[in-house]
C-alpha cells in the first residue's frame, strides 16, 4: 500500500478565494464541528468567516486537504504538475495533492480546477489521505464509487452523492476522519495528530465538547480558541450568555475569531445589525457622561449646550 507522508501536521484549512456559485444552508452541527476543527487550529475558515454554505472548486478541494494533512510545507517542494488551467496562487498545492497521488487531473493537462467539487470527489481524497488505494490488484475502492469504504471507516452515512457539497460537508467529513482509522497503521488520523504535536489529548477532548455544544472551562487550550465556546479567550463569547447581552465593550475587546463567532450566533443577519447599532449607540451614550465625584456626574451635552 502507498504510505502517507509523514505528517508535521502544524497547518490548517485556510482561505481560499470566494466563488460565485450558489449557497446551500448549513446545520448548527456543522458550525459547532467548523468550530470545534478551529479551536485545533486545523481550520480556520476565510476572510468572510467560515462560509460552510458555499460549495467548493476542484482546486479549492485540494488546497483544504493539503493544508489539513500538515503537508503545506512540503508543497513548495513537490515536483512541479502538468497541468495549464491552475492559478499560480494554488501551484504548490496542486503540485503537492497530485505527486502524492490524492488527486489526478481531468485529462493529462487539464486539473479541471474550476469544477465544481463533489462529495465523492472529496471522500475519495480522503480515503487516500488515510492510506487506502483505489488502484492496482490490492485496490481497497474504486475512486468513482468510495462511499462502501467511506462508511466503513466512518468518514459518511451516505450511499450516494446527492448533488450538493458544501464547506460545511467537507468540515463534517474532516472532522469524521479524525477518528478514523488510517490504512496500514495501527492509529487513527487524530492519533496522528497528537503524536506529531499538532494538538494535544485534552485539546481534542475541548474539541469533541465545542463539536457537541458544549461550553468549555477557560484558560486550559493554547490553540486557536472555539469561538463561541472560549478557548484561551478568556471565555469571552460563552454560550451560557446570550448574543444580544453582549455590550460594545465586550464586542470590541474580543479577537476576530471570537467576533465572527458571536456573529453566527444571532438568528439572521439584520438581528446582528440591530443588536450592534444599539450596543454601539448605548456605548456612545454612555460615554457622554464624566464622573466628577462619588455618585456625581456631568452630562458632556449640558456642557456643550446641547
Known amino acids: 500500500m502507498r504510505k502517507v507522508v509523514s505528517m508535521a501536521l502544524t497547518a490548517a484549512l485556510l482561505a481560499v478565494p470566494a466563488t460565485t456559485m450558489p449557497a446551500a444552508a448549513y446545520s448548527s452541527t456543522q458550525q459547532n464541528t467548523a468550530e470545534a ?4 487550529e486545523l481550520f480556520l475558515g476565510t476572510g468572510s468567516g467560515f462560509e460552510l ?27 512541479a504538475h502538468p497541468f495549464q488551467d491552475v492559478d499560480d496562487w494554488a501551484d504548490d498545492y496542486v503540485s503537492c495533492a497530485w505527486s502524492e497521488g490524492l488527486s489526478n487531473g481531468v485529462s493529462s493537462i ?11 470527489m472529496f471522500l475519495t481524497m480522503t480515503l487516500r489521505a488515510l492510506g487506502y488505494e483505489d488502484s492496482g490488484e490490492a485496490a481497497d475502492f474504486t475512486w468513482d464509487k468510495p462511499y462502501a469504504l467511506a462508511k466503513q471507516v466512518g468518514l459518511t452515512d451516505a450511499d450516494s452523492d446527492n448533488g450538493t ?11 469524521n476522519a479524525l ?23 485534552a485539546e481534542l477532548a475541548e474539541a469533541r465538547k465545542i463539536q457537541k455544544g ?29 448574543p444580544e447581552d453582549y455590550t460594545w465593550e465586550e464586542y470590541q475587546a474580543m479577537t476576530p475569531a471570537e467576533q465572527e463567532a458571536l ?24 460615554q457622554n457622561v464624566i464622573e466628577i465625584g462619588p455618585g456625581e456626574s456631568v452630562d458632556l451635552g449640558d456642557l456643550l449646550g446641547q
Request: glycine share 12%; proline share 2%; aromatic share 10%.
Open 179 to 201: 477518528s478514523a482509522d488510517m490504512e496500514d497503521v495501527d492509529k487513527t488520523l487524530s492519533d496522528q495528530l497528537i503524536e506529531d504535536g499538532v494538538f494535544t489529548s
Open 53 to 79: 454554505d458555499r460549495q467548493m472548486t476542484r482546486v479549492e478541494g485540494v488546497t483544504m486537504l493539503v493544508r489539513m494533512l500538515g503537508l503545506e510545507d512540503e508543497a513548495d517542494k513537490a515536483p
Open 37 to 40: 476543527l478551529n479551536h485545533l
Open 110 to 120: 487539464r486539473f479541471g480546477s474550476t469544477m465544481e467539487l463533489s462529495e465523492t
Open 263 to 286: 456573529y453566527y450566533r444571532f438568528d439572521s443577519v439584520s438581528d446582528f445589525y440591530t443588536w450592534y447599532n444599539a450596543a454601539k449607540e448605548e456605548y456612545e451614550e454612555s
Open 214 to 242: 458544549e461550553s468549555i472551562s477557560t484558560g486550559g487550550s493554547s490553540g486557536s480558541g472555539g469561538g463561541s465556546t472560549g478557548g484561551n479567550t478568556g471565555g469571552t463569547t460563552t454560550p451560557d450568555k446570550a
Open 165 to 175: 457539497f458544501t464547506r460545511g460537508d467537507a468540515v463534517e467529513v474532516f472532522w
